[in-house]
């Protein structure tokens, strides 16, 4: 087996602010596994958040190629990469399954013996901004056919933007996401507050910090809103430690290791009660892809990286109108512009 790689950039339609940080741009690395003429392929992107820059990222993938080189069964690959970072164990976890099931001529959703797939809508992000600005946004994003919008927390007014985006898109179904930038007081106080003036969410985002479950338990105690769960889910020990603290966890590929990780995670979530959200980083069709032939276990589908890019460089699983799409072609369904 052989790996190789690219590397290019994903520009933002629009900086993004959330709470701890404004993005405008990432790098990817499109990884590729080939085997008897079959390729395989995934997509890492760079994150200060999990330490994750291009030389950092090529240097790990240029240190799997000995290895690799030995194996003549994807199966046996899988074994080889348990100890990368998560964001790259993702990307080469992807190649590997795009490549068995490409080479089995199945979608990929398919050889994973997902739920069987139907379309599915998307959240769309909205930045941290000004309740004017929020409600532009709404109001256009609802226009476009999302059913479902993010809205990024932490701010100066919180319960004016969401007041404002609700107006804006009455029928939508809100999900608020502080990443982890509230105390649990001040969470307390903004959630009674949205929710004295009549606005229902869907569920609220690791409001707290990672690592302070027992304030966690005490703010799902008194909230009306499911709790979700997403830096303190990284692993199945997380999950299983989360039950009564959280209502449901977030499940993202780059953070929990890919497509096998992320099986695993779902399973323990069930098993402990707890519903699953899909998430993902800002990151091409290519990226995104894998989380979306997961979606079938998902009571909450937040995948709309691709849809935050000026230039997306894959196209095969749609958004554009919040919706999510899925063809029959083999692996990840996705195909280079």
């Keep these: ?194 929710g004295a003036a009549g606005v229902g969410l869907d569920a609220v985002e690791q409001p707290l910090a990672p690592g302070h479950l027992e304030a966690s338990a005490w703010l799902r105690a008194r909230c009306a809103f499911p709790l979700v769960a997403d830096e303190d889910a990284a692993t199945v020990a997380d999950v299983r430690a989360l039950a009564g603290v959280v209502d449901g966890v977030n499940v993202k590929l780059a953070k929990c290791g890919g497509v096998t990780a992320a099986l695993e995670l779902i399973a323990a979530a069930r098993e402990v009660g707890l519903d699953v959200m899909l998430g993902c980083l800002v990151a091409s069709s290519l990226g995104i892809a894998p989380a979306v032939h997961l979606t079938g276990h998902a009571r909450w589908v937040d995948l709309d990286g691709h849809l935050l890019l000026a230039d997306d460089p894959w196209s095969g699983i749609s958004g554009e109108d919040g919706t999510l799409r899925l063809s029959d072609a083999r692996g990840w369904g996705v195909v280079r512009r």
Excluded at 33 to 39: F, I, L
Excluded at 41 to 70: M, N, Q
Excluded at 142 to 163: I, M, Q, T, W
């Design 1 to 194: 087996m052989r790996v190789t790689w690219e590397v290019y950039g994903l520009e933002l339609r629009t900086p993004l602010r959330i709470s701890r940080s404004v993005m405008s741009r990432r790098d990817a690395v499109r990884v590729v596994v080939e085997c008897d003429g079959t390729r395989g392929h995934g997509e890492v992107v760079t994150s200060v958040y999990y330490g994750l820059d291009v030389p950092r990222i090529l240097e790990l993938l240029t240190g799997l190629r000995p290895a690799f080189a030995g194996v003549r069964e994807p199966a046996a690959a899988f074994d080889l990469i348990t100890d990368l970072p998560s964001g790259v164990r993702a990307a080469v976890d992807a190649a590997l399954h795009d490549l068995v099931a490409s080479r089995a001529g199945v979608p990929a959703r398919v050889a994973l013996d997902c739920p069987e797939w139907t379309d599915v809508a998307t959240a769309y992000t909205i930045g941290l901004t000004s309740p004017g600005e929020a409600a532009s946004q709404a109001a256009s994003l609802a226009h476009r056919g999302f059913s479902v919008l993010k809205v990024k927390a932490g701010g100066d007014h919180d319960v004016a933007v969401v007041r404002a985006v609700r107006a804006a898109a009455p029928e939508a179904r809100l999900v608020l996401d502080p990443n982890g930038g509230w105390t649990a007081e001040q969470a307390a106080r903004v959630l009674d507050a949205i």
